[in-house]
């Protein structure tokens, strides 16, 4: 473990890829993008994720690099976790007065299974729909999804789609609609700050980002209920999942397909699983 640390330390190659990003993205500086009312902001950490992404299709990275990359996302994601839950300390009082909002908030989840699963639908996708749209796909998901159906089961394949998607679009993707939402609609800030926290760091920071750019004066504020409403969908959303969201996206899969799934993936029993797990 040891010698593993350290081969990750001394990646200079790693390092100094990063570093040249970092610096390409702060020279490029942020943008605005005006779209009829609406205003998209392109922050550099957008840039970086989409020249990151770039550099991978090319001979600057080979694979041992790709694997320390992926460790120090993580570690650099702790620290952001650890940042928010500083911030939130002062704004405690107000997050307190927000409570129901907090907690409800997770039910906003719901709504990739009533959006996006008559989607995948109608273009033809089967049981891989039900993995692909009970969640957001992320690690507690996958484990979700794995023990009930198995890894290499159609639902399997479709939550680690939808895992392999978010890792690689959803920090782009909440980047650019949360600026865009922010200055269209007449909501609240705050509300869009607790929006950002779906369970995922890497997204919520993304999705952070914007929202101090276009609310200085708020930013404190922002980044506390950002990182209070992740830490809730990060504690709430596997159990949210296991007993709303999956059973739900179970059963509006049958109203929608009907007797057309003629084989639906068999539940394995406990035994089953345990024999999965042995083996």
Known sequence: ???????LWKDWRLHTLVLAIVLLTEMIGTHEVSIGPGLILLLPMLYAVIIGIALFFTPLVNEKQTKHAEQLVFLSVTLLIAKFG??????????????????????GNLGTIFLALPVAILLGLKRETIGMTHSIGREANIALISDKYGFASPEGRGVM????????????????????????????PLSFAMATGIGSGSMAAAGLGPLVAAFPDMSEEIIAFSGASNLASTVTGLYMSIFIALPLTEKMYGWFRGKKDK????????????????C
Not at 86 to 107: D, N, R, S, T, Y
């Open 1 to 7: 473990m040891a010698q593993q640390l350290q081969r």
């Open 86 to 107: 500083v911030q939130a300390g002062p704004a405690l009082p107000k997050l307190i007065a927000a409570g129901p909002a907090l907690l409800l908030q997770e039910f």
């Open 161 to 188: 789609a939808m895992y392999i998607f978010g890792t690689v679009f959803g920090a782009i993707f909440m980047g650019l609609i949360s600026g865009f939402l922010s200055s269209v609609t007449p909501m609240h």
């Open 263 to 278: 084989n639906p993936t068999k539940i394995p029993s406990r035994n089953q699983r345990r024999c999965y797990k042995l």
